[in-house]
């Protein structure tokens, strides 16, 4: 199990933007019956960490003053713009109980029907979710892209081959990935292309003018993610 060092946070709100600037990335710790705390650690630790664990492996988490912590990465935040880390959520795991994850999917291998008849590759899922104790925790589980050897050939999640220990919440029959013959693929863009071109309805000059000349507004509304 990989360390992490961290540190009690005792700046919070719009000033956490200087530590940023120091390559200090702000945390947070929480977990069932557990009371959050704040904490920061180091950018190229957690990037170091994060390299080599991925978001579904436990982490020992050493925080100055306190017990250490094992935890998973629950979510991490970038930046919009800059795709940079702005915040990091750590989920404290309880011995002996179960906890919900999703495993990231690693590709390995070269699919023949790639090689051999310029197949083209469409992957469809890059993490299943499962459950498990947190001692039978794995950091991934590897899709064989070598087992698609014909056009069409399809890899569904009950083809992975995954540990007995852990339960895919998944359905398993969703396709991971699967491959298809080129033309196969340009006719389904022009298909999709011309499905689009069919749904617009054009608007008549008549339409949208009230008897006062006055022209009508259309209003949009957006939706905002956190």
């Known amino acids: 199990m990989l360390e992490l060092k961290a540190s009690v946070r005792e700046i919070k709100g719009r000033k956490t933007k200087d530590l940023r600037k120091r390559n200090i990335i702000p945390a947070v710790v929480y977990g069932h019956e557990l009371e959050s705390l704040s904490i920061q650690v180091l ?8 390299k080599q664990t991925g978001e579904s492996s436990l982490i020992n988490l050493k925080i100055e003053g306190q017990n250490n912590k094992k935890v998973l990465i ?8 800059t795709n940079e880390v702005n915040h990091i959520d750590f989920y404290q795991i309880k011995e002996g109980e179960k906890i919900i994850v999703e495993i990231g999917l690693k590709f390995v291998g ?11 590759l469409i992957h469809e899922l890059d ?5 498990c104790l947190p001692k039978d925790l794995i950091g991934s589980i590897e899709v064989d892209l070598s087992k698609l050897a014909k056009l069409n050939d399809v890899i569904r999640i009950s083809d992975l081959e ?15 990935v ?13 298909e999709e292309k011309k499905e689009g071109e069919e749904e617009e309805v ?25």
């Not at 070269?110 to 083209?120: I, L, P, Y």
């Open 202 to 226: 054009p608007i008549s000059d008549s339409e949208g003018e009230k008897e006062d000349g006055q022209k009508k507004e259309q209003n949009y509304s957006a939706s905002t993610e956190k």
């Open 43 to 50: 950018l190229s630790d957690f990037e170091k960490v994060l």
């Open 127 to 131: 993490k299943i979710e499962a459950e």
């Open 110 to 120: 070269t699919s023949r029907a790639v090689k051999d008849f310029n197949g083209v």
């Open 162 to 176: 995954i540990p007995e220990n852990i339960k895919i919440l998944s359905d398993v029959e969703s396709s991971v």
């Open 74 to 81: 629950h979510a991490i935040q970038y930046h919009p713009l």
């Open 178 to 190: 699967s491959v298809k013959a080129p033309k196969i693929m340009e006719e389904e863009e022009k």
